[in-house]
């Protein structure tokens, strides 16, 4: 297909080579960009280690994102479209199918080079030759991780036994018209890395994933690429895996989008509806319960304006009563101003005697002004006099210490002869250290120093050997501990799978949560039963002959198969007090990881008393007389149980009065059986129950029902499971005998090491010790040296001191300086005394002046003081006035402090109203006065309720508001997610059912050839698109009913078929460039094997399929070959024989089709 596909075809995706992006453009670039949309989806596989490819996600990522998401125009209907039209070049290989393979030293081969046909590859090669390493060398050349094959997850198991590194070289057919797509790999066996090559040039494993993803190449997509060791995991995946692997593989490119889409938007729709009902009853209580507060809220209302007018009534009585005491504080103002006027016009009679009074006080000042001054310069002489004094102590006092220091000459001096002798000493000793003799000790230090780095050396590379080796060493024991935990899982699940009893007890408790709560806690508490308590018939009963299953299973109710059976009537009545206790949720046993809810505990508990008589009781008729009707025995003949477990059978289902066999309904004479006492009998097709009529001729009225498959006695051993299993387990335990030896050689060359190291180690510390006790001999001497050089100088110092002659003359002259210098403080000490003096002279002369002045002032105040009576009593007229306004002020302005105060506390709607009602005439105080206390009595009177119902209202008429929002904002936003889930529906269903439809009829027709039954078909689940998924059904017989596909239903040859004939029915509607299945007829008998392998053959031989490999061990004879197919034969192992030889022909295919021709007269075809 060249660069753009017609509108009803798929484009196929691809990735430009470098000489491509030039080229090819997109013609649609063009167009306008709010008509469509493009989903893009970047990975980011990391380039500098592009050998970690444990982490499949990426390439499940880089596998989706190749699924082109085509540009939908808005609004446009969904195409039903999935078939590709492959771009096929002339030589007939399809853009991304393999050309070429080449691998050196990788798994089975040395070296291998060959070419793989365009349409179908058989390979062909007898077990153990290398048929799944070309499948293995395909998708690890192709940069997919390990794990896809199902083997070994480390790199290094491909590369083959002795060899350090392998490559694969894979070549991939270009585009019509390029070149091809040469993909090289090199592994390292030691630390997993590799190397990549594309066309010949270095890249990385991030480029090779990008070209691999734009050939459209899915090898971990079990639908296209199906190593051997996966074929089982096929059967086994959910049907939602299966859903989303074929989307991959087949069909609208787009459907894995609109599947992830629908998923995320619909649990998003779940989580928003969820919250809208929540939320609309949360809406819904808010407003009863803000419809039940509104009367109390108004008769709160009420109150409240009853009491705001109360308060503001108050405080308009309060501005009357100021208004009142302002009048008053006017009038006794006025009065004040005329006393006041009166007493002034007696103080100007009485002014000359006022003005002789003022000249007396002022003469006063002046005298004590001057008293003042005098003693103020006698305290300052007084001052100078006593620091005159300090002075003259200071020097008497030098002298003083020059005289103590005289006296202590003598003792300094015999100090200094003591500590001179005493150098002297510490010199000798000194010097007698250092002309001891004195070996090379810094060069042995240096040799030493040497010789320890070497030790330390040789030290280090040997830790250096013994951490590699330890490190190798605990990679081993890493190993084996993988392989034994590998082992004991093994060893686990063949025991399971070998142990009937065990898949039955995990059925049973898969069945029902009650049995499982009960198994453990009989676990748990057995011990403290009376008796044994068995477990259900489901459980405990064994039918060995399978064809008598669902007869004994028919006879039996699923009560009756789920009850537990007592022994004692005492532990019957402790179990039946278990009912109806919780049990916790858990995890399926057989459920693929999935989980059951929690529930209430519902047994069935039945006690039996096991005697003779109730384990074996008496049939209706001897076992010869039953063979002689035709019947094989009774049902209990062919049961396995406990006796406790066959009593209660018999006692409840009747097992030994029902008669059992294998031929048909119509060989049977019902009339001898009711004859003979049986009233139950089960043929091979059927069931049969006679009742008897309690009235008239007591005639029998039989009721039979068909045959339905068994569900509980119809397990066996899985012999191919368990066979798979003790071949994994025996190729664990080789291969952990292989690596024995090799671990315990390398603890061997630990130990060795190890001992090395401690023995240079101990010629270290040796050397060490050698090396501190030079340096001990260094250090000695050094410090003799430096204590005599120290002592030296200290002596020097002392003998240069003066003598005590020398000092005693200085210091007699220090004495007469001193002396000296006394001499001017004290004639100036004696000239500040005279000055003293003269100042207390003239302080005693102004004291008595200021006493005259003094008494002069007193006798004129007296006089002046000695007022008439009638200024006396208008001085007090005056002063009562004075004091009452006085009074009456501070009351005034008090009460106008308090009241602006107060109103300034109101709230705003209080102060306005009371500013509104004093701005006019207001009526007396008293008045308003009375008119306050009917207010107040007024609210006395009326019912009290609580001011909380008004703000519990408030807060419930936001919290109403907030919620109407939220449910408004959460119907729109479910409205919208609602329509767009539609519109994504509308796209995805009609395409998902048209690709199922699609494959359905392939696969039934495919199965209807092999003479059986098969169907394809979508399982959805209403609401739950993540549950959605697809159901392969199957029935290998006539008589059988459709079962889905499982891991366990069907045996290993029907899953086997089953999952071959699903992959060829994708494989006309597949996107990738080739597939690959490999031992996929493992199982399968001749018949289907043939029918598969001609079908195989016709769909992927048709002109416009695909590539595909089947890699198979054997061939059945007379299958049909298709020119187009092309038969690919290993010959690969250690002694492989000459193919020259004449009588053999080994190894030469044509030789040997030739003389098969020739023997038999047929022709391949």
Wanted: proline share 3%; charged share 35%; glycine share 4%.
């Amino acid at each position: 297909m060249a660069g753009e596909a017609s509108s009803s075809r798929l484009k196929r995706p691809m990735v430009l080579d470098s000489e491509d992006e030039e080229d090819d453009e997109d013609p649609r670039s063009s167009a306008s960009p709010n008509k469509r949309r493009q989903v893009r989806k970047s990975v980011n596989v990391d380039d500098d280690e592009d050998d970690v490819e444990d982490d499949e996600d990426d390439l499940i990522a880089l596998a989706e994102d190749n699924q082109v998401e085509d540009e939908v125009e808005e609004g446009a209907e969904p195409e039903t479209r999935f078939r590709p039209e492959y771009e096929r070049g002339d030589d007939g290989y399809v853009a991304g199918s393999i050309t070429r393979i080449k691998v050196t030293n990788f798994m089975t081969y040395d070296h291998v080079e060959f070419s793989p046909g365009p349409h179908l590859n058989m390979i062909l090669g007898p077990n153990g030759t290398g048929k799944s390493s070309i499948a293995a060398a395909i998708a690890i050349g192709l940069g997919f991780p390990p794990k896809v094959m199902g083997r070994a997850k480390e790199l290094r198991a491909y590369v083959k036994q002795g060899c350090d590194e392998a490559t694969v070289e894979i070549e991939l057919k270009g585009r019509r018209g390029k070149r091809n797509t040469v993909i090289w790999r090199k592994i390292n066996r030691e630390d997993e890395k590799s190397d990549w090559k594309l066309n010949g040039e270095n890249t990385t494993r991030r480029d090779v994933l990008e070209r691999v993803k734009g050939s459209g190449i899915q090898a971990n997509n079990l639908c296209s690429f199906l190593p051997q060791d996966k074929v089982a995991e096929f059967a086994k995946m959910a049907p939602v895996t299966v859903l989303k692997e074929t989307m991959r593989a087949a069909g609208d490119p787009r459907l894995s989008k609109w599947h992830e889409l629908l998923v995320e938007k619909g649990a998003k729709s779940k989580e928003i509806d969820a919250a809208l009902e929540t939320h609309t009853a949360v809406r819904d209580r808010l407003q009863t319960q803000v419809d039940s507060l509104v009367p109390d809220v108004e008769h709160v209302q009420e109150r409240e304006a009853r009491e705001h007018e109360a308060e503001v009534l108050e405080y308009v009585v309060r501005w009357a009563e100021h208004r009142d005491l302002k009048k008053i504080t006017t009038d006794l103002a006025k009065e004040r101003e005329a006393a006041k006027k009166t007493l002034e016009k007696l103080q100007a009679k009485r002014r000359p005697l006022r003005d002789l009074n003022e000249y007396w006080d002022a003469k006063q000042g002046k005298a004590d002004t001057k008293l003042r001054t005098v003693e103020e310069r006698y305290k300052d002489g007084m001052k100078h006099v006593r620091k005159l004094n300090t002075r003259c102590e200071e020097a008497a006092s030098k002298g003083r210490d020059v005289d103590t220091e005289l006296g202590q000459l003598r003792l300094r001096m015999e100090r200094k002869e003591n500590e001179k002798a005493s150098m002297r000493a510490r010199i000798q000793d000194a010097q007698a250290v250092m002309n001891e003799p004195r070996e090379e000790i810094d060069a042995e230090l240096r040799a030493k120093g040497r010789e320890k780095s070497d030790l330390q050396a040789k030290s280090r590379h040997k830790r250096q050997e013994i951490d590699e080796a330890g490190e190798e060493y605990e990679d081993n024991n890493r190993m084996f501990r993988d392989l034994n935990r590998e082992l004991e899982e093994l060893t686990q699940r063949q025991r399971v799978l070998g142990n009937v009893e065990i898949q039955k007890e995990n059925a049973a408790r898969d069945f029902d949560g009650s049995i499982n709560f009960m198994l453990d806690w009989l676990v748990k508490e057995a011990h403290t039963l009376d008796a044994p308590v068995h477990k259900p018939p489901m459980i405990s009963v064994s039918v060995p002959n399978q064809a008598y299953a669902w007869q004994v299973e028919a006879i039996t109710t699923v009560a009756q198969r789920k009850t537990f059976i007592c022994t004692s009537r005492s532990d019957y009545d402790r179990l039946i007090k278990l009912n109806g206790t919780m049990y916790p949720p858990r995890m399926l046993k057989n459920g693929n990881g999935r989980r059951a809810e929690g529930g209430k505990v519902a047994l069935h508990l039945a006690y039996v008393d096991v005697t003779d008589a109730t384990v074996n009781p008496q049939p209706p008729c001897a076992r010869e007389i039953l063979a002689g009707l035709g019947f094989d025995g009774y049902a209990v003949d062919f049961v396995e149980a406990d006796p406790a477990v066959i009593a209660f059978l018999c006692s409840n289902s009747k097992l030994h009065a029902t008669a059992v066999t294998q031929r048909s309904s119509r060989d049977i004479n019902s009339a001898a059986l009711l004859q003979n006492g049986i009233r139950t009998w089960v043929t091979r097709d059927d069931i049969t129950r006679a009742t008897q009529s309690n009235y008239g001729r007591k005639e029998f009225v039989e009721r039979t029902e068909a045959k339905t498959n068994a569900k509980a006695f119809n397990l066996v051993v899985d012999h191919d499971a368990v066979k798979k299993t003790v071949e994994e387990i025996a190729k664990k335990k080789k291969t952990k005998l292989d690596r024995e030896a090799p671990h315990s050689a390398l603890k061997d060359k630990m130990d060795k090491l190890t001992e090395q190291r401690r023995a240079i180690e101990k010629e270290v510390n040796e050397v060490d010790n050698q090396m501190n006790e030079l340096k001990m001999k260094a250090k000695r001497y050094n410090k003799a040296q430096l204590d005599m050089e120290n002592c030296k100088d200290r002596l020097r110092r002392l003998e240069n001191e003066p003598s005590a002659e020398v000092q005693r003359d200085k210091l007699k002259k220090e004495k007469l300086k001193f002396a000296k210098a006394r001499l001017g403080p004290m004639e100036a000490y004696l000239a500040a005394c005279d000055d003293v003096l003269n100042d207390c002279a003239a302080l005693v002369s102004a004291g008595f002046g200021a006493l005259q002045a003094s008494a002069n002032h007193t006798a004129v105040s007296q006089r002046f003081n000695a007022g008439d009576e009638e200024f006396e009593r208008q001085q007090a007229v005056f002063a009562d006035a004075q004091e009452r306004y006085a009074q009456a002020k501070v009351q005034s302005n008090e009460s106008w402090t308090r009241l602006t105060s107060d109103i300034g506390d109101l709230g705003r709607s209080v102060r306005n109203d009371v500013s509104e009602r004093v701005k006019g005439d207001l009526p007396p105080s008293g008045d308003l006065r009375d008119q306050l206390q009917t207010l107040r009595a007024q609210l006395e009177m009326g019912v009290n309720i609580s001011a909380n119902v008004v703000t519990r209202w408030e807060k419930l008429s936001k919290e109403l508001d907030s919620a109407k929002k939220q449910v408004e904002e959460e119907e729109r936003d479910s409205t919208a997610l609602k329509r767009e889930i539609k519109k994504t529906l509308d796209q995805f269903d009609p395409a998902l059912e048209t690709l199922a439809k699609a494959v359905s009829a392939k696969f039934a027709a495919a199965f209807q050839r092999v003479k059986c039954t098969g169907e394809v078909r979508i399982r959805r689940v209403e609401g739950d698109f993540a549950s959605w998924g697809i159901e392969i059904l199957v029935s290998y017989r006539d008589e059988d009913s459709l079962a889905i596909l499982t891991g366990s239903h069907q045996s290993g040859g029907e899953r086997s078929l089953a999952t071959v004939t699903y992959l060829m029915s994708l494989s006309e509607m597949s996107r990738t460039p080739f597939s690959l299945v490999d031992e996929i007829n493992q199982g399968m008998d001749q018949r289907a094997e043939r029918a598969v392998h001609n079908q195989l053959v016709e769909v992927t031989c048709e002109s416009d399929a695909g590539q595909y490999f089947l890699i198979t061990p054997k061939l059945l004879t007379g299958l049909t070959y298709h020119p187009k197919m092309k038969v690919l034969i290993i010959n690969n192992g250690t002694h492989l024989p000459d193919s020259r030889e004449i009588s053999q022909r080994y190894g030469n295919l044509k030789a040997c089709i030739k003389r098969y021709q020739q023997n038999h007269s047929v022709r391949a075809h």
